[in-house]
C-alpha cells in the first residue's frame, strides 16, 4: 500500500467503525453477552487452527534474530487461548453497566438531574507483540458497547488476523456488526500515523507498548490518549511496621515478576526500622540476584550484600529487572515527598501499622492507585475485580488506573422535567 491507499484505507476503516458504533450503543445486554460467550466457545474450537497461525508469527521472530523474551510474549499456547476464553466468559457474567443512571436528584426548580453512562463510542488500541490484546480489547470493546480499530505489531500479524476474524464471526453470528471490531490488516507504520488523527471517527487513543511507542503516539495524536509512559512504583516501609509482613510483601512487590508496569523499581525505609528490615530483605534479594542500589545510609547497612551506589537517575527508573533502588528516609513525611517527585504516579503502597500515617499516605500521594500493607503487584484489572483491563491510566482526566469497561465509557447529564419553566 502506498501513503495514499493507507489514508483511504484508515478513512474507510474509521467510517465503519462509526457507524457500527451507533449500533453498537443501542446493542442489549443480552446481545453483547452472546457474542461473547460465542467468542469463548470459538476459541477453544480454534486451538489448533490458532496454533499454526501463530507458528508462523514466533518463525519469523525467530529468524529476525528478536530477543527471547519477545518471542515468547508472542506465543498463543492452548493455555492462554483458554484464559482468554475465560476472560470472555466472565465479561458475559459481569453487570451491563451501559444506560444506568446514577445520582438523580431533585432541584429547587422541580427539575431532576442524573447522570447516565455510555459508551465513548469509537477507540483506536494501539500495542505491541502479545496478541492476546486483541480478544482482551475487543471482548471489553463489545461489552462498554463501543467499536474498536485494532492495530497490533507487525511481529503478531499471522495471529491477530486469526483472532480477529473469530471475533468478527462472534458479532455476525449474534447480528451486530463484524466493523464494532476492526483489525488493521496493514503492518505499515503510517497506519497507526492515520490512526492517531482521525477525531471524526476516533474518540480516544489507547497505546499498549514500550516507552518509545507511547511517547510518540502521545506527541502527534490528535485524539485523546489513555496512557501510562512508566511504572516507576514504591513500597514505602514505615516505623512502626510488622517486620516480617514487610519483608514478605516488599519482596513480592519487587521479585514476583521483574517485567509488569505494577513491580516496585524504588523502596524506602524509615529510618526507625531501617537496621532491622534492610538485613532481612537484603539477604532475600542477594539470594534471588537482585541488584541493590542505595544511598550512603541503606549501603551502610546493606553491605555484606555488595550494594551499589544509586545515581540521581536512579530514582526515576522503572528498571523491569531485578534491579532496585533503596533509600532511607526520616519519615513518612519523606517519603511522601520522594515518592512525589520521582515517581511515575502509577502505583506505591505504604507498610505500616500506624493508621495516621496511612491515611496521610492514601491522602497525599498522587498516584493512580495507593496502597496500605500490600503489593504493588496487585495494581491490575483482574485483581481489582474489573474482569479485565484495556490498559493502566497515569493521567488524571476521565480514567485513571486500570481502564475496564467503565473506563471505557461516559457520563452525560440527563435531566428529567414535568414542563417546569426557568424564572
Known amino acids: 500500500m502506498n501513503a495514499l491507499n493507507i489514508s483511504e484505507y484508515m478513512q474507510t476503516l474509521g467510517v465503519q467503525a462509526r457507524q457500527a458504533s451507533a449500533r453498537m450503543a443501542k446493542a442489549t445486554a443480552a446481545e453483547k453477552n452472546a457474542v461473547l460467550k460465542s467468542l469463548a466457545r470459538l476459541l477453544r474450537e480454534n486451538v489448533e487452527a490458532l496454533a499454526k497461525d501463530n507458528a508462523n508469527d514466533i518463525e519469523r521472530a525467530v529468524a529476525a534474530g528478536l530477543a527471547a523474551p519477545m518471542v515468547d510474549r508472542l506465543k498463543l499456547t492452548p493455555r492462554i487461548v483458554e484464559v482468554l476464553a475465560q476472560g470472555c466468559e466472565q465479561l458475559a457474567a459481569m453487570p451491563d453497566i451501559i444506560g444506568e443512571i446514577i445520582g438523580m436528584k431533585q432541584q429547587p426548580s422541580g427539575i431532576r438531574v442524573g447522570q447516565m453512562r455510555v459508551p465513548l ?154 537496621r532491622e528490615f534492610l538485613p532481612k530483605i537484603g539477604a532475600i534479594f542477594a539470594a534471588k540476584g537482585v541488584e541493590m542500589r542505595c544511598d ?44 512525589n517527585h520521582y515517581s511515575s504516579h502509577h502505583t506505591d503502597a505504604i507498610l505500616t501499622r500506624d493508621h495516621v500515617n496511612a491515611q496521610r499516605f492514601l491522602r497525599e500521594v498522587d498516584s493512580a492507585s495507593v496502597m496500605v500493607n500490600t503489593s504493588t503487584r496487585f495494581a491490575d484489572g483482574f485483581e481489582y475485580g474489573l474482569g479485565a483491563e484495556i490498559g493502566i491510566s497515569t493521567d488524571k482526566f476521565h480514567a485513571r488506573g486500570p481502564v475496564g469497561i467503565e473506563g471505557l465509557t461516559s457520563l452525560k447529564y440527563v435531566v428529567l422535567g414535568q414542563g417546569e419553566l426557568r424564572g
Request: proline letters at 5%; aromatic letters at 4%.
Open 121 to 274: 463510542g469509537v477507540f483506536g488500541m494501539i500495542y505491541e507483540s502479545r496478541p492476546n490484546v486483541t480478544v482482551e480489547a475487543a471482548s471489553l470493546s463489545i461489552k462498554s458497547g463501543n467499536a474498536c480499530i485494532l492495530r497490533g505489531g507487525s511481529e503478531a500479524i499471522d495471529s491477530n488476523r486469526a483472532l480477529a476474524r473469530l471475533v468478527q464471526q462472534a458479532l455476525t453470528d449474534n447480528g451486530l456488526p463484524a466493523e464494532a471490531a476492526q483489525l488493521v490488516q496493514t503492518t505499515d507504520r503510517e497506519a497507526v500515523g492515520q490512526l492517531i488523527a482521525m477525531p471524526q471517527f476516533v474518540d480516544v487513543i489507547i497505546p499498549r507498548g514500550g516507552k518509545g511507542l507511547i511517547e510518540r503516539i502521545s506527541r502527534e495524536a490528535k485524539v485523546p490518549v489513555i496512557k501510562h509512559l512508566d511504572g516507576n512504583c514504591h513500597t514505602y516501609v514505615d516505623d512502626p511496621v510488622d517486620i516480617d509482613m514487610a519483608v514478605r510483601v516488599a519482596d513480592n512487590a519487587k521479585t514476583q515478576k521483574y517485567s509488569p508496569c505494577n513491580a516496585s523499581e524504588g523502596l524506602l525505609v524509615a529510618r526507625g526500622v531501617a
Open 296 to 339: 550512603a545510609e541503606a549501603k551502610a547497612i546493606l553491605s555484606q550484600f555488595d550494594p551499589k551506589d544509586a545515581t540521581e537517575q536512579d530514582w526515576y527508573e522503572e528498571y523491569l529487572a531485578p534491579i532496585i533502588s533503596i533509600k532511607v528516609v526520616a519519615g513518612v513525611d519523606e517519603a511522601i515527598a520522594h515518592i
